[in-house]
Nanobody
Framework: VQLVESGGGFVQPGGSLRLSCAASGFTFSSYAMKWFRQAPGKGRELVAAISYAGDTTNYPDSVKGRFTISRDNAKNTVYLQMNSLEPEDTAVYYC?????????WGQGTQVTVSS
């Protein structure tokens, strides 16, 4: 199982970024996917989740209305569209899935929001 994130970077407040997570080594279309983030000195926080079919999504209040998770099962890829970014969104963002009772994480991609 491999999860590889991309798309992070530096953006000014109010800007947008789209993260991608390319998955391999398992039947991607059979598993829910999640995005987490971890800011310096803080614990890992769930920011978005999507069902295996892509028909159900969930977000915490901190990002609801600004972040959108989606997936393309033909491309084995999950996305996180982030709009109206705030300095508080600065963190390393991780792709995650639980497969056969095991937790799998990507290596993370840094998102920095600053003026």
């Amino acid at each position: 199982v491999q999860l590889v994130e991309s798309g992070g970077g530096f953006v000014q407040p109010g800007g947008s970024l789209r993260l991608s997570c390319a998955a391999s080594g398992f039947t991607f279309s059979s598993y829910a996917m999640k995005w987490f983030r971890q800011a310096p000195g803080k614990g890992r926080e769930l920011v978005a989740a999507i069902s295996y079919a892509g028909d159900t999504t969930n977000y915490p209040d901190s990002v609801k209305g600004r972040f959108t998770i989606s997936r393309d099962n033909a491309k084995n890829t999950v996305y996180l569209q982030m709009n109206s970014l705030e300095p508080e969104d600065t963190a390393v963002y991780y792709c995650y899935s639980r497969i056969y009772f095991n937790d799998y994480w990507g290596q993370g991609t840094q998102v920095t929001v600053s003026s």
